[in-house]
């Protein structure tokens, strides 16, 4: 069964940038599709961007010019590049797989119970 492992989260200044990585093992799949999503104190889970086994990206609205998804297949690891981070990205960064990989894939429907994930915190 495929894990990950979200790293990389840590305390920065608006304005500021880091790099999370969630790194896949228990497969040699190193296409598999993944999404990032975060949950903010008091707030619902959300998906915040998602690679495709094809490595198609997607970002939110939200997020979008400031965060780059991206693979290193060879570490079989998906990072999540931030940039210009403000204080409402503060959150639990998690990373999970679809349910499906192929066809119409549904990041909304994660497949695995959740991790620990990494905290951002993004100070004012």
């Known amino acids: 069964q495929v894990q990950l492992v979200e790293s990389g989260g840590g305390l920065v200044q608006t304005g500021g940038a880091l790099r999370l990585s969630c790194a896949a093992s228990?497969?040699?799949?190193?296409?598999?599709?993944i999404g990032w999503y975060r949950r903010a104190p008091e707030n619902q889970r959300e998906l915040v961007a998602a690679?495709?086994?094809?490595?198609?990206?997607h970002v939110v609205d939200s997020v979008k010019g400031r965060f780059v998804i991206s693979r290193d297949a060879a570490k079989n690891t998906v990072y999540l590049q931030m940039n210009s981070l403000k204080p409402e990205d503060t959150a639990v960064y998690y990373c999970?797989?679809?349910?499906?990989?192929?066809?119409?894939?549904?990041?909304?429907?994660?497949?695995?119970?959740w991790g620990q994930g990494t905290q951002v915190t993004v100070s004012s």
């Open positions: 690679l495709s086994r094809y490595d198609t990206p």
């Open positions: 228990g497969t040699s799949d190193s296409n598999i599709a």
């Open positions: 999970n797989i679809p349910t499906r990989q192929y066809g119409t894939v549904d990041y909304t429907k994660p497949l695995k119970p």
